[in-house]
């Protein structure tokens, strides 16, 4: 903006507000939502460009008010100048290195010289070529405003925040907890273990492999990876290479590489086409996030909810009988833990939860459950072995389906995953495979 002000032309001042569009946060979030790697509320999106919008409106069909405001334009670049300045970290340049240095030139020099060439052939001075090619104002402040209309983004200023306080601040962070022996662990259980370091993992995967073979072969029966998010395939690999007797344990993340290794027909489970029972939402955990999630699900057509204390919990001769009098109604129902309440020291909520939604489990044929603890518990009490994974609703969000003592679908995710909508979109999509079956 104070390039083109000062030396391009007025056209190209007035086509700053245009360009911000591109540059600024509507785009990004935009191009999030069509990819399926988030979603933003509909008032964000449109308060993101309703100012320009509105200034267009009344800079047209107001000559003197589009005088008026057009003075002000010189006037605000230092403020928003400084203000952007202020939140530079000029250490960041150091850390890039030379790679993150030269990417840097490189973006600015191949770019400008397009845009300089762009802006000269359409008539103009390369004035607004030039000030387009730099990164500034609206490019450098989309993280934290992306952030700021999606909790999911929120470690994007470089902060991670547990309800809001700093990871750094937190009890967790100043604990002096010890590192995990596995390896005595493994020989309590009479099993031998050795480690893989890092940078055998990196050789590739015909190393990895012909490494757990010989260890294999002398004996080893556990092998502990060191790996980061990107060696996970290797090491996926060359576990599936070596056949059956190979068994994983790992994240989310090494399951989803081994799930690219199959055949798509492999991965076909059986599941009841029709869901006509009903559906129960179960939150276990006290995050703030799932505390969101939960005030979301207030007012959805067709579900009743219901917010529990200690007494209530206690209560469970109560409370029990006029839930499963609710479920013969064929309401829909979710239930929470109250995190505001006190809760005595002796007592988990997430088990007397599990323990008074366990009965019910046999009314339902859909359970949405938020804490890992709480869905450990109703599982365990319907004696499901296991959980069959279908598909990712979102980041972090599971669909799975209990085939066995009776049949059950089951979206389950951590306390502190994802967006206040995720419980609403979770019922709405069981909801809609409920409606489109019947």
């Known amino acids: 903006m104070a390039l083109v002000s000062r030396y391009g032309r007025t056209e190209d001042a007035a086509a700053y507000s245009i360009m911000s569009i591109e540059s600024g946060p509507f785009l990004t979030m935009v191009s999030l939502g069509v990819a399926g790697l988030s979603a933003f509320p509909w008032q964000t999106l449109v308060g993101s460009v309703l100012p320009l919008v509105c200034g267009m409106i009344l800079g047209n069909i107001d000559f003197e008010l589009r005088e008026f405001l057009g003075r002000a334009v010189p006037v605000m670049i230092p403020f928003f100048a400084f203000a952007l300045g202020g ?38 001075t390369g ?25 999911a983004y929120a ?26 022996d596995f390896a005595a662990q493994m020989a309590d259980v009479g099993l031998t273990m050795e480690s893989l370091p890092l940078e055998t993992v990196r050789r590739g995967k015909q190393e990895v492999r012909r490494t757990i073979s010989e260890l294999v072969g002398e004996g080893c029966t556990t092998i502990l990876c060191d790996a980061e998010h990107e060696d996970l395939f290797q090491i996926a690999q060359a576990g599936f290479e070596i056949g059956p007797q190979c068994f994983f344990a790992g994240s989310g993340g090494l399951a989803k590489q081994l799930f690219k290794l199959f055949p798509p027909g492999d991965l076909m489970i059986p599941v009841p086409r029709k869901l006509s029972e009903l559906i129960l939402i179960a939150v276990g955990s006290c995050t ?61 909520p997430s088990h007397v939860l599990a323990g008074l939604l366990a009965p019910l489990l046999n009314r339902v044929g859909a359970l949405v459950v938020t804490g890992g603890e709480t869905c450990r518990v109703l599982l365990q009490w319907i004696g499901a072995q296991k959980l069959q994974l279908l598909d990712e609703l979102e980041p972090g969000v599971s669909l799975a389906f209990v085939s066995a003592p009776r049949p059950l679908l089951v979206v389950v995710k951590a306390g502190g995953f994802g967006d206040p909508n995720t419980l609403q979109n979770a019922y709405r999509f069981l909801k809609k495979i409920r409606i489109s079956h019947e």
Not at 91 to 97: C, E, F, H, L, R
Not at 131 to 142: I, L, M, P, S, Y
Not at 156 to 177: H, V
Not at 293 to 311: N, T, Y
């Open 155 to 180: 470690n994007a200023g470089g902060k991670i925040l547990i309800d809001g306080e700093p990871l750094e601040q937190t009890q967790f962070w100043s604990a002096k907890i010890p590192r995990p």
């Open 87 to 124: 939140t530079l970290n000029l250490g960041s340049v150091a850390t890039a290195g030379l790679l993150g240095i030269g990417l840097g030139l490189f973006v600015v020099v191949g770019s400008g010289i397009f845009l300089i060439l762009t802006d000269r052939f359409t008539g103009g």
């Open 288 to 348: 703030t996030n799932s505390q969101t999630q939960f005030a979301k699900l207030r007012g959805v057509p067709g579900l009743r909810c219901f917010l529990l204390g200690p007494e209530e919990l206690e209560k469970r001769s109560i409370s029990q009988p006029e839930l499963g009098r609710l479920l013969d109604c064929k309401q829909d129902l979710a239930v929470a833990i109250n995190a505001d309440a006190m809760f005595p020291d002796d007592i988990k």
């Open 127 to 151: 004035t607004a070529g030039l000030a387009a090619a730099t990164t500034a104002g609206n490019a450098a402040a989309v993280p934290t405003l992306v952030a700021a209309a999606n909790p």
